[in-house]
């Protein structure tokens, strides 16, 4: 998934480079957004949310930022093997932010959390 953030008027700050929160809350979304309807498609309802994240600003973002999403098919199998096995599955995710210049302003890892209720049993809850 490709996402821009749009610096205008309405996500600058007084430095005129766009807000830390405007960045930080691009990153939120996506990945449980993706897996949620990765597994959708697969006929398997879970429940996934964004458990931690980590965010390094690393230069003002004076341009439109540019950020992409990617959840590989390993990955995929991954999650759904430790479903199977424990009801759960966590995994960290790195996305950078990067200007039009191709200078990355922004870097965030994010931990989502998957589970699958009909395994409780085997969660713990």
Not at 41 to 65: C, F, G, V
Not at 89 to 115: D, S, T
Request: hydrophobic fraction near 40%; proline fraction near 2%.
């Amino acid at each position: 998934m490709k996402v821009k953030i749009r610096r205008s008027i309405l996500n600058i700050n007084f430095h005129r480079s766009i807000f830390g929160g405007t960045i930080f809350s691009a990153f939120d979304p996506y990945f449980p957004t993706m897996y949620y309807n990765i597994f959708h498609q697969k006929d398997r309802k879970l429940e996934i949310w964004m458990k931690s994240a980590n965010i390094k600003y690393k230069r003002p973002a004076t341009t439109h930022l540019f950020l992409e999403f990617r959840i590989s098919k390993e990955e995929i199998q991954e999650a759904e093997n430790e479903l199977n096995k424990k009801g759960k599955h966590e995994k960290w995710h790195k996305v950078e932010a990067i200007n039009k210049n191709g200078i990355v302003c922004a870097e965030a890892e994010m931990l989502v959390y998957l589970r699958d209720n009909k395994i409780k049993s085997k969660v713990g809850f």
